[in-house]
């Protein structure tokens, strides 16, 4: 449910954090102002919008922070931290933000990592659960990847739950993943408390595409922007390294562009973005060959930015799926190098296609600097909230602030991109793309090419 849905019927909507009881036990933390359970941050952001709600009905969610009381003994507390799903930078400054926290600001000492997912929680792997301390995860940032190991795919859900309860006795699950791991722990929550049982599982948002629900930024991906920028430019470079080339570079984004929209804003030498959330019109006077023509009469060169989501109905072939339940794309990047060569080729006109897929590259580095001190912010609120006794909810940024989200509302639906926002308008306006695919083009604003570099 997006957040126009919740502001338009905010009746019909509860935000408040699931909690496991009432919180009776002094917080052991020192030298951090507590948040007050009434602290709320508003989702309704613009006058007119809190104007036409009536009071007491604006929608909100509860700030994240430490709680004066809290709920779980940490003397008695056993956590577990599980990563799944496909890699990302700042895993593992999730992990050592997590076993930090709770070791120096809770002297909890029991911390479990479960290896390779979901699959660490069913016996049939025989995957045996790591003891992390501060030792362990002291310098793990420093890589890409997660220590503990992922992967995709559903387990038994009552499996799951046993090995929780029974096997590693644990209070507190953190789950760090994106869409399917979400639900998973969705699940696991709700078999949790159909039992009665007492853990709390709290998520950390991980998704490379940043196309979560009611979560402004996922940690990743300003380092798979800044990554993606730099490969936009090496491929700007190549582009111009030769006669008529382009440089197609194919960024991840299953469903939304962001990625391919801010790595295109931030190199500045994109001249088209290609993002799912516009079909792809391959011929006629509008179409993206047109478009290459008009850029091509101007210029030698042209870079062309396309997240792997983009242009999913010109594939005849049905689309499979990942063990996580995620559509497997067809190849957008290799299908226009295809297309694309064989309209110029048609025309008997030169192209040189430079073709670049960075995405398993870019999925593995390290977190930088802005993601690394937001992985342990997403850590810090998380354990701040797990000790407190909530549960069955995600970590998020929500307008600057850290908040506390039903996990129900964050796994609804994806947020794309919105075609009229000024975040496309800027990059649109960046690339001048709109100008190239109108048959109505600025053409006669620009001188051609020389006689001697003429293309048709």
Request: charged fraction near 25%; include cysteine; proline fraction near 4%.
């Amino acid at each position: 449910m997006n957040l126009a849905k919740i502001l338009a019927n905010p009746k019909k909507h509860n935000l408040n954090a699931a909690s496991l009881g009432q919180a009776k036990i002094d917080s052991p933390v020192k030298g951090q102002l507590f948040v007050d359970e009434s602290s709320r941050i508003s989702l309704a952001t613009e006058l007119a919008q809190i104007e036409t709600l009536q009071k007491g009905t604006i929608p909100s969610l509860e700030i994240a922070g430490p709680r004066k009381k809290i709920f779980y003994d940490p003397a008695q507390t056993r956590v577990a931290i599980v990563t799944c799903g496909g890699l990302c930078p700042g895993l593992n400054n999730v992990i050592k933000g997590l076993v930090e926290v709770l070791t120096y600001d809770y002297g909890v000492r029991m911390i479990f990592g479960i290896r390779y997912g979901y699959r660490g929680l069913n016996p049939r792997y025989g995957l045996t659960a790591l003891r992390l301390t501060p030792d362990k995860v002291d310098e793990i940032h420093e890589d890409g990847g997660t220590i503990l190991g992922s992967s995709r795919g559903d387990q038994d859900t009552k499996i799951m739950v046993d090995t929780l309860s029974m096997q590693l006795n644990v209070n507190i699950l953190f789950c760090v993943g994106g869409d399917g791991t979400l639900k998973g722990a969705q699940d696991i929550a709700k078999e949790i408390a159909r039992r009665k049982d007492r853990i709390s599982v709290v998520c950390i948002p991980k998704t490379i595409d940043n196309d979560l629900n009611l979560i402004d930024r996922t940690f990743g991906f300003e380092t798979c922007v800044q990554s993606a920028t730099e490969i936009i430019k090496s491929a700007h470079i190549e582009a111009n390294g030769i006669s008529n080339g382009l440089g197609l570079v194919k960024v991840m984004g299953r469903d939304s562009g962001f990625i391919a929209a801010h790595a295109s804003l931030a190199s500045s030498v994109t001249n088209f973005c290609i993002i799912p959330e516009i079909p792809i019109v391959l011929d006629g006077p509008n179409g993206l060959f047109k478009a290459l023509e008009r850029r091509y009469r101007h210029k030698n060169h042209a870079v062309m930015v396309v997240a792997e989501g983009a242009g999913q109905d010109l594939f005849d072939a049905e689309a499979e799926k990942d063990a996580s339940g995620n559509i497997l794309k067809h190849d957008i990047g290799l299908f226009l190098v295809d297309k694309i060569n064989k309209y110029f080729k048609k025309d008997r006109k030169e192209i040189n296609i430079k073709y670049i897929d960075p995405s398993y590259i870019i999925r593995s580095i390290p977190a930088n600097s802005s993601d690394a001190i937001f992985c342990f912010q997403l850590a810090e609120n998380a354990v701040h909230a797990a000790m407190a006794g909530k549960t069955d909810i995600v970590i998020g940024s929500f307008k600057g602030d850290f908040v506390l989200v039903p996990l129900v509302y964050v796994i609804s639906e994806r947020k794309k991109i919105d075609t009229e926002s000024a975040l496309w308008h800027a990059v649109t306006g960046s690339t001048r793309q709109n100008d190239y695919f109108s048959e109505n083009s600025f053409e006669s604003e620009l001188p051609n090419r020389s006689a001697g570099e003429d293309w048709g």
